[in-house]
């Protein structure tokens, strides 16, 4: 399990190769050696790699070699600064959790679902041997409940196909609602001892995403100061407790993805509530990655945190 791949806490290199234009000059230039060499001297073990499959596929739907390898350098140049990698489909052909990307059908179609299998059966050839360095999370933030009876279904035959090329390889996966701890227990039970489950959090939402244009219904002046969030260490224990009671009756473990706090929070705020979502990992041994190193409205590099990037990286 977690414990095995041997992950504590890490930073999401966000925006990347996910989220992003797909230009040249975004692929070869946001992250670099320098950046994860920053990541690494903060005391994190490993970073999470978010990609779309518009990086691993031509329009077509052809693999794209070209794309394969930039995720190979990328785990390189990781395992050369000392971090581990979570390897993330944060898209795949017919779905997004972002409705923007009008992403639809992937669910009901098994020509999709094929593109699905055909990227991470490329991913096991390639990284399969690489299991001490190199985990798998299956696809980011299912959105609908109506989709998880499907999700499972998918889950389990594309961990089938992975098992081919990746025995050992930790498998991530996470539930609807994306990535909800309360959904967790309408996962199936894990196919294998070394799959995990996988949860996010950015609880609650009016605080972690205060003023954010892309929140349905979100006025984008709305600030919510920390004290008036409501956020604890037991208020996190009651977000959790869902997802943790189920990985232990399965027998296996819970890894939070994505967390994190939104560039309109002051500086301050946002230690707040680092300090308290710290606390709930550390007590249940969760293993965690922060949202996200640079930019995306979450950057943890960017110059708004300097006064208080000390502090807050005592509790990623």
Known sequence: MLKDFAIRKGVNL??????????????????TRKDLEQIASWGVDHVRLPVDYNVLETEDGKLCESGFDRVSRAVEDSREMGLKLVLDLHKTAGFSFDQGEAEEGFFGSAVLQERFYRIWENFARRFGSMEKDVAFELLNEVTSQDYIASWNRIAAECIRRIR?????????VGSYHNNAPHAVPELDPPADSRVVYNCHCYDPLKFTHQGAPWVQGMDTSFRMPFEEAGVTEAYFENVFGPALACARERGTGLYCGEYGVIDRA???DTVRWYRCIHAVFEKYGMAR???????????LSDSRLDGVREELIRYL
């Open 266 to 268: 002051s500086p301050e």
């Open 289 to 299: 990655c922060a949202w996200s190193y640079k930019q995306m409205d979450f950057g």
């Open 164 to 172: 081919m090329h990746a025995k050992d390889t930790l498998i991530l």
């Open 14 to 31: 966000g925006g990347w190769m996910s989220q992003c234009d797909y230009s040249r000059e975004r692929l070869d230039g946001f992250i």
